[in-house]
């Protein structure tokens, strides 16, 4: 699970699996195949900064965990504009004993869908957002909600540091289709915001800025 967000950093929380310890990897330009995957008896050096820990394959995957615990903040990101693909392998075993679990599970590997300002983006669940205007924003958010079937909608708005600033939906449930969203947001300050859709395990995320 993804949360804590600020411009270049975020928290991910897990749960334990069959392993005595984890192995978390992330990458930015694709989903994580078989040649960026942990090999047995290999041990592997980690760092929460993006880019900082040992590479996996040969581009853009990197180990940012390695040890018993159940979440961390992973820095040098670019939120706003990046998508995140993350897995977490339980291991048990040390350095040339090393037994990874590599199997695709449920929400593992699991993806954090961002776009700029300008960009459209789909989630894997089956929606998408596009049309947002106007920017900078002073009174009231405009954007298209586009959902391919039925489905429970979360939508927020974020400060700089992750906060949830706003709330204008609570898992309410949106029929497929197109659906006009409007979000008031002139009781909140002047500044950077992130707009956050979710359904269930799926995010997407939009930069706005709210100008007084």
């Given at each position: 699970m993804f949360s804590n967000f600020t411009p270049t950093s975020l928290s991910l929380d897990w749960s334990i699996g069959n392993g005595a310890k984890r192995l978390g990897i992330l990458k930015t330009t694709s989903y994580i195949d078989s040649t960026e995957l942990p090999i047995d008896g290999m041990n592997y050096i980690a760092n929460n900064a993006y880019g900082s820990g040992q590479r996996m394959g040969n581009k853009d995957c990197y180990v940012i965990y390695?040890?018993?615990?159940t979440n961390i903040n992973i820095s040098g990101l670019d939120v706003i504009h990046q998508t995140f693909y993350v897995m977490i392998c339980a291991y048990?075993?040390?350095?040339?004993t090393a037994n990874y679990n590599i199997k695709f599970a449920n929400g593992n590997p699991n993806e954090l869908y961002q776009w700029g300002v300008n960009d459209n983006k789909s989630a894997s669940s089956g929606f998408e957002i596009c049309n947002i205007a106007p920017e900078p924003?002073?009174?009231?958010?405009?954007?298209?909600?586009?959902?391919?079937?039925?489905m429970p909608i979360t939508i927020e708005l974020l400060d700089i540091n992750g906060r949830t600033a706003l709330?204008?939906?609570?898992?309410?449930t949106f029929d497929p289709g197109s659906t006009e969203i409007n979000i008031h947001v002139n009781t909140l300050p002047a500044g950077v915001y992130l707009v956050k859709v979710s359904s269930g395990n799926s995010f997407a995320f939009t930069k706005v800025i709210i100008a007084r």
């Open positions: 390695n040890g018993t615990n048990n075993g040390d350095s040339l924003v002073k009174d009231v958010l405009h954007f298209t909600l586009i959902t391919e079937r039925m709330t204008a939906y609570a898992g309410k």
